[in-house]
């Protein structure tokens, strides 16, 4: 061992390596750092202390770590990993191993980068659903199996890529597809009147859980003269090839009854407030007698049978591909002003209850959606997971 100082007065301990080694290719390396100043967090209890080089190696092997798992920058480093082991005299030393990083698009992995993300209240913590940390995905609903199958298909490598985001988003729709039970939920609720059908009026009818899984049973649902559909699934003057609600057009209400529209209510802006319908008593279930067919199939829920909840529609947390490039200006510059839309007054089968945080569902025609955890007794919020098909080219 030789020492030196360093231009700040600490002195250094060097290791002196036979250069004439073919395993090695690092020269005076130093294990020590000696320093008499005072230290942020260990005051001056210790004026010793070893460098990362060297305690790597030791504590890996210490600790019973059999395969010490690196990003290639340690490369260069795993002679003198190897080195310190073998004088050290340890009979199972700990392998250092090298891959590639897991570097994914529109994403951010640098723990710098990542810092200032939650530090400038850009994203609502490490745990916030945007990022891709595990806390995030967690709390986003993107099941643990999932991840490990995503992890499966990616593999191993020691070259640098990138990977597609898209290819996580596929993991988890192919998961939940499988897993998460069904429920209607409307998040842009608009008001629909069936005048037919008896006032005061509800009916059960009854519904898989999963269709793919006949094993998680059936839930109830109710139909009413009240209901809710989505805003989008009615217009006025449609263009062609509009196959839901208007004006003298018929269409299913999943699992209901075919349903027509004979009327619409509007407000003092023309903004439509109510949709008047009449429905068929002989098609309950989603077929007529008379075989006549509808094309357009709808989700819905009961005005009376519904949970009002908070929707957080979450999409990626950047507009380009690789928000690191400089040449794209900063990463700041590029975030996706779009990656959180907030729903009010969401409507959600109201047989659905005791929900708590992670508890999974597919909203039929909206995707994947999860309970987060800032839900309570009185306010049901749900998070996104994911589309239930990918929307981005």
Not at 15 to 43: C, E, F, L, W
Not at 74 to 101: M, V
Not at 121 to 136: C, L
Not at 301 to 309: E, L, M, P, Y
Request: a negative charge; proline letters at 5%.
């Amino acid at each position: 061992m030789t020492d030196g100082e360093f231009p700040d007065g600490a002195r250094v301990l060097r290791a002196k390596i036979d250069m004439a080694s073919p395993n090695i290719n690092m020269r005076d390396p130093v294990i020590y750092r000696i320093a008499h100043i005072s230290h942020h967090q260990t005051g001056d209890k210790w004026c010793v202390y070893p460098m990362y080089d060297f305690a790597h190696p030791i504590s890996d092997t210490r600790e019973g770590v059999t395969h010490s798992l690196c990003s290639l920058e340690f490369e260069n480093h795993r002679p003198l990993y190897d080195w310190f082991l073998k004088e050290l005299g340890f009979e199972t030393p700990s392998r250092q191993i090298e891959f590639a990083r897991l570097n994914l698009n529109y994403c951010l992995t640098s723990k710098r980068k990542c810092l200032a993300l939650v530090n400038e209240g850009i994203v609502d913590g490490w745990n916030d659903p945007r990022m891709v940390t595990i806390s995030g995905m967690r709390r986003r609903g993107y099941p643990a199996e999932a991840i490990r199958d995503f992890i499966t298909r990616v593999g191993v490598s020691k070259a640098y890529s990138v990977v597609d985001y898209g290819l996580l988003e596929a993991c988890v729709r192919d998961n939940l597809n499988q897993n998460a039970p069904r429920a209607m939920a409307v998040l842009r609720p608009l008001k629909v009147i069936i005048d037919n059908y008896p006032e005061g009026q509800s009916e059960e009818i009854e519904l898989p859980v999963n269709q793919d899984k006949p094993e998680m049973g059936t839930r109830k649902i109710y139909f009413s003269k009240e209901l809710y559909v989505e805003k989008e699934d009615f217009m006025i003057e449609p263009p062609k090839k509009y196959f839901r609600l208007f004006p003298g057009n018929e269409v299913r209400f999943r699992g209901a009854y075919f349903v027509k529209c004979v009327g619409y209510d509007t407000d003092e802006n023309g903004e439509v407030t109510a949709v008047h319908c009449t429905y068929d008593p002989e098609s309950k279930g989603g077929n007529s007698p008379d075989g006549r067919k509808v094309k357009g199939t709808l989700h819905w829920v009961s005005a009376n049978h519904c949970t009002d909840f908070e929707a957080r529609l979450y999409d990626r947390l950047f507009r380009v591909s690789n928000p690191s490039d400089e040449s794209e200006g900063s990463f700041k510059d590029n975030l996706n002003p779009d990656s959180l839309t907030v729903l009010e007054g969401c409507k959600l089968e109201g047989e659905i209850k005791d929900l708590k945080a992670g508890d999974t569902f597919q909203f039929m025609r909206q995707g994947y959606f999860c309970v987060d955890i800032t839900s309570t007794e009185d306010k049901t919020v749900f998070n996104r997971t994911v589309d239930l098909k990918s929307s981005w080219k």
